[in-house]
């Protein structure tokens, strides 16, 4: 008799979605399932709605990662365009992407991953979280806070607001911050440049003490996908397309990214409205990749900047090469931070910021325009349609939790192999699955109301329906 | 005295949008000593604006089925229920709290909503709600004030 353990909801990440985990007849692990049934509908809701409203609609997809969308959205109506932004335009779009990474990043490890990661996988799970880190180690806690808030004021500062900045319009953005604003900013770099080093020392110590994680999160083969620059680069807003394999071999490069269709098809599984993106040439799902933090550090030949080159450089000695383990998620999102804080340090004192020059002027070129930027938490494809009077004929959105789906479900079930046994799931057991999922941080669609708690459930139910066990948390 | 109204909700999606009609609502009455923010979710760095306030009122879209709109208070909850995207008035307290040494008194003023069809406008119900949930904020930023006057 087939056997299933549901976890539903999963807690800390962005959506609703539940895990449901299929047991043999000797209670060993059969199969998992990462469930996204929440659907969305924005790519049928956006129809006939004028190009250029799109950064503004498609930025309300998301509270977390507003800009990414923005963004990728801008760069699609850049291509309906047909123009070349303006040098100042394009750097402040890297900068507002690059605060984005900051904040994103550091939402997703200091207030979601580290009580894990710094409390324990079996600490009491009423005080595994933010507050429980707040009281074991306040400093860090705070530091982490005002990291993130770094973020958010970069984005505040371009945007005008933290969340849904209606900045980046096709052709351009709207505005340039003040001499005066920029130096507000770099005078915080070096506190926040303090934060993620003593965020990476730690979390070296724990990859020699979490063995077991390293060995079972996501450790496998697959693809990694993202973009590069034209010499391999790390790159995060504009690039082309890279995909290398776990033995680092490069199997496509350089790859328009408007012809993104020639090396990803979208296949769909009754049991999840997240579709399943895999690479092409290699079928479903053969095909698995993934993006996000990992993938980018993985497909680049370098990041371009003195510390984070030099973090990346241990991280692949630590990993022997390419990092296979999904746990190394974290250690990624820490050296994007670094870069990214690099990285803005450098765009703030280009002179090219004071040019009053911010938007290219044009009118439908073209009936058909893709964006792709890197979101913190991978690959970001806005692909629309237009008629003559650029009103949306069709969109397809790729989003960076579905490209990882298929390695999401592959690292539940490798989790669940490891840790749970028979027919019940002890606190550890489950948080570690759950664990494994926020290593992606998946941004599932949080557009529907959240209100209140959200319990963790956990239930058993035979393959006749029959619930043999239930558990509740929170 | 400072008051501090936030209203959340994702304003596409119908009647999510309440409690964020009524902080606009609200906001365009331009009140003195009233900070108001609307916003997709609550999210962290919300805290230290809370810190700051002498009193706060949180205006959400209620998915419980419960026909009326309600007023409850508000406590610090350190009990798990924090993350980006779920977390709760009573979280965000306890964070601003823990981080930066207080929290206000705080309210939770619930719309019922029914209605969260992508683009649709707010129900009758929830368009109701928001006009009563609007008037309640005016009741007790009275009484706040006519409370700080008594003050010795």
Not at chain 1, 43 to 69: D, K, L, N, Q, Y
Not at chain 2, 34 to 39: A, D, G
Not at chain 2, 70 to 97: E, F, I, K, S
């Amino acid at each position: 008799m087939t056997r299933h353990i549901l976890i539903d909801p999963v807690t800390r990440i962005e959506g609703h979605a539940k895990i449901s985990i299929h047991l043999d007849d000797d209670g060993n692990v059969a199969e998992a399932r990462f469930h996204v049934t929440e659907f969305r509908g924005f790519e049928r809701f956006c129809e006939g709605r004028p190009f250029w409203e799109m950064p503004g609609i498609t930025a309300r997809i998301c509270g977390i990662c507003p800009v990414s969308h923005l963004l990728a959205s801008a760069k699609a109506g850049d291509a309906i365009l047909s123009v070349v932004i303006p040098p100042a335009a394009e750097k402040l779009r890297r900068l507002m992407n690059l605060g984005q990474i900051v904040q994103s990043h550091a939402l997703s490890f200091f207030h979601l991953s580290a009580p894990d990661l710094l409390l324990g996988f079996d600490s009491d799970p009423a005080t595994r979280n933010v507050f429980g880190l707040m009281a074991a180690d306040p400093t860090l806690a705070r530091a982490g806070i005002r990291l993130r808030q770094l973020g958010q004021d970069i984005i505040a500062l371009l945007g005008g607001s933290k969340i849904h900045p209606a900045w980046a319009v096709p052709g351009g953005v709207r505005s340039a911050p003040t001499a005066a604003q920029r130096a507000g900013i770099i005078e915080r770099l070096p506190e926040a440049r303090a934060t993620v080093l003593d965020a990476l020392r730690r979390f070296k110590a724990l990859l020699d003490t979490h063995a077991d994680e390293v060995a079972t999160f996501g450790n496998f083969p697959s693809l990694f996908l993202g973009l590069v620059g034209p010499n391999g680069e790390w790159e995060h807003y504009d690039g082309r397309l890279r995909v290398v394999d776990s033995g680092g071999a490069i199997i496509a490069d350089q790859v328009d990214p408007s012809r993104y269709r020639d090396i990803i098809a979208e296949a769909i599984e009754p049991w999840s409205y997240l579709k399943m993106p895999y690479y092409r040439p290699r079928g479903y799902p053969g095909g698995m990749y993934r993006v996000g933090p990992l993938a980018r550090l993985n497909i680049c030949t370098r990041i371009g900047t003195l510390l984070a080159d030099a973090e990346l450089g241990e991280m692949r000695q630590r990993a022997g090469g390419i990092a296979t383990s999904s746990f190394y998620y974290h250690y990624a999102r820490l050296i994007e931070i670094l870069a990214a804080l690099e990285r803005i340090s450098l765009i703030l004192d280009d002179p090219d910021l004071d040019s009053p020059r911010l938007r290219a002027e044009a009118g439908v070129n073209r009936f058909e325009g893709v964006g792709v930027s890197e979101a913190p938490r991978g690959t970001l494809f806005h692909h629309y349609t237009v008629d003559a009077h650029g009103l949306i004929q069709r969109v397809n959105l790729i989003i960076a939790t579905g490209h990882n789906n298929l390695a999401m479900n592959r690292t539940i079930a490798q989790i669940a192999r490891h840790f749970v046994h028979g027919d019940r799931i002890g606190e550890g057991a489950l948080n570690r699955v759950e664990a494994g999922i926020r290593a992606y941080d998946p941004c599932l669609s949080c557009s529907t109301h959240a209100a209140g708690t959200m319990p963790l459930t956990l239930t058993l139910v035979a393959a006749d329906g029959t619930v043999l066990d239930e558990v509740r948390r929170g | 005295m400072h008051y501090l109204i936030i209203g959340y909700g994702n304003d596409l999606r119908g009647d999510d949008a309440a409690g964020r009609v009524a902080a606009d609502t609200i906001a365009a009455l331009h009140l003195p000593d009233v900070t108001v923010l609307s916003v997709h979710q609550l999210t962290p760095e919300l805290a230290p604006i809370l810190a700051q306030a002498h009193e706060a009122v949180f205006l959400d879209a209620d998915v419980s089925g419960c026909q009326v709109v309600r007023v409850t208070h508000v406590l610090p909850r350190t009990d798990g229920q924090y993350a980006g995207h779920v977390a709760t008035p009573g979280a965000l307290l306890a964070l601003a709290r823990a981080v930066y040494g207080r929290s206000p008194d705080a309210w939770l003023i619930s719309i019922p909503a029914i209605d969260f069809t992508l683009g649709a406008p707010l129900s009758p119900q929830a368009h109701d709600g928001v006009v009563q949930a609007v008037d309640i904020v005016h009741h007790m930023l009275a009484s706040a004030d006519r409370a700080s006057a008594a003050e010795p």
